[in-house]
């Protein structure tokens, strides 16, 4: 799996899930439109940090693969509305076969940042809806607390990924782009 480390930081990108809505185990979800595993989700309140930060920290957002059931994300309903606090209300590890490379103009101050879905997963585009990531073109701009444009997309592999559902609201937020919890 590659990880693209800019300014020191490791950026990713979350994906909605489709899962088998059976026990993680036995019936694992059909994960190629899952987050991946190591992405980091926004969450509504900070909590205290539970990988990578010296003991004590308190973190304002979690990776994904880290998550539990009754997190609190920060994100707005599928179909719109006022943004607010929702539970996280199952997670189920899987894989991914195809992950795909995503350039923004800007992502939090950081100019060219490429974050990394499935390519069946699902953002907010302005003016278009939920659209996949294997149909982004350059130009798309992307809603969520912080909206961006898309440069460019390029496929890169496979990846470990977690399908989270989202009580209520169906989204999550990652680095302020608003992601898609199940597939249409």
């Not at 509504?44 to 957002?61: K, N």
């Not at 390519?119 to 607390?145: C, P």
């Not at 997309?153 to 609201?169: H, L, N, P, Y």
Request: net charge negative; with cysteine; aromatic share 6%.
């Amino acid at each position: 799996m590659t990880r693209l480390i800019l300014a020191g930081a490791v950026l990713a990108m979350a994906c909605g899930g489709s899962g088998s809505g059976g026990d993680p185990i036995v019936d694992p979800p059909k994960a190629i439109d899952c987050v991946v595993d190591w992405v980091k989700i926004d969450l509504a309140a900070p909590v205290p940090c539970r990988r990578g930060a010296p003991a004590g920290s308190m973190c304002s957002s979690v990776e994904a693969r880290d998550l539990v059931v009754g997190d609190m994300v920060w994100t707005a309903p599928e179909a719109g509305g006022d943004f607010g606090a929702y539970a996280v209300s199952a997670i189920s590890p899987g894989r991914a076969d195809l992950i795909m490379a995503v350039v923004f103009g800007e992502l939090h101050g950081i100019k060219g940042a490429s974050l990394q879905f499935s390519s069946t997963h699902q953002l907010l585009v302005e003016g278009k809806g939920w659209t996949e990531i294997q149909n982004l073109v350059a130009g798309d701009v992307i809603s969520g607390t912080s909206p961006t444009t898309i440069l460019s997309t390029e496929s890169i592999g496979a990846s470990g990924v977690v399908q989270i559902t989202i009580d209520g609201a169906h989204t999550y937020q990652t680095w302020g782009i608003e992601s898609h919890d199940t597939v249409f």
